[in-house]
T-cell receptor
């Protein structure tokens, strides 16, 4: 069964460093998402992406964040200069179509720890 | 703004007992409603969803949920819990006209006693 994969499973970085979190969505999916979950808090939407453009982003997704689909298979989330409060579990998701009726398939997440 | 509340942070039930996990939403119109499950080390897996029609929806793994508009609730139920159901459960909503932006509740962690 096709699945969304994410690498690495755990990333530890120093404050101020850049990190890139990688995701491989399901191959025929066209819509891609990033969510994050700070420990003990809700899963929060960060950004959605379609046709090489951001479709929607939350207020969390500021200039320190960027997303890219560099090669037609990977979907990446970059944090330019990490802060302590960026420590969280980051989930990638993909769906065939847009709209609420299209199921989003989630990856297992990348735990980011900023020291 | 729409929101989702899961009042129970942690629930423990005995294996074989029935289960009900609560979810309340705040939204001006009928949203699309979802329940996801997350097992340790796994991603979020969709259990079931409600868009319209029959207010009792069946999902995978023997779960069901009932949409009650009058109570703004979408509670998840299972008649007999198995030890493998131990996981974290998330209720989520999407506005019909806001694409795929899922809004999640805080999650309920389910423990199952032998």
């Amino acid at each position: 069964e096709p699945e969304v994969t994410q690498t690495p499973s755990h990333q530890v970085t120093q404050m101020g460093q850049e990190v890139i979190l990688r995701c491989v969505p399901i191959s025929n999916h066209l819509y891609f998402y990033w969510y994050r979950q700070i420990l003990g808090q809700k899963v929060e939407f960060l950004v959605s992406f379609y046709n090489n453009e951001i479709s929607e982003k939350s207020e969390i997704f500021d200039d320190q964040f960027s997303v890219e689909r560099p090669d037609g298979s990977n979907f990446t989330l970059k944090i330019r200069s990490t802060k302590l409060e960026d420590s969280a579990m980051y989930f990638c998701a993909s769906s065939e179509g847009q709209g609420a009726s299209n199921e989003q398939f989630f990856g297992p997440g990348t735990r980011l720890t900023v020291l | 703004a729409q929101s989702v509340t899961q009042p129970d942070i942690h629930i423990t039930v005995s294996e074989g007992a029935s289960l009900e996990l609560r979810c309340n939403y705040s939204y001006g119109a009928t949203p699309y409603l979802f329940w996801y499950v997350q097992s340790p080390g796994q991603g979020l897996q969709l259990l079931l969803k409600y868009f319209s029609g029959d207010t009792l929806v069946q999902g995978i793994k023997g779960f069901e949920a009932e949409f009650k508009r009058s109570q703004s609730s979408f509670n998840l139920r299972k008649p007999s819990v198995h030890w493998s159901d131990a996981a974290e459960y998330f209720c989520a909503v999407v506005r019909y006209n806001q694409g795929g932006k899922l809004i999640f509740g805080q999650g309920t962690e389910l423990s199952v006693k032998p």
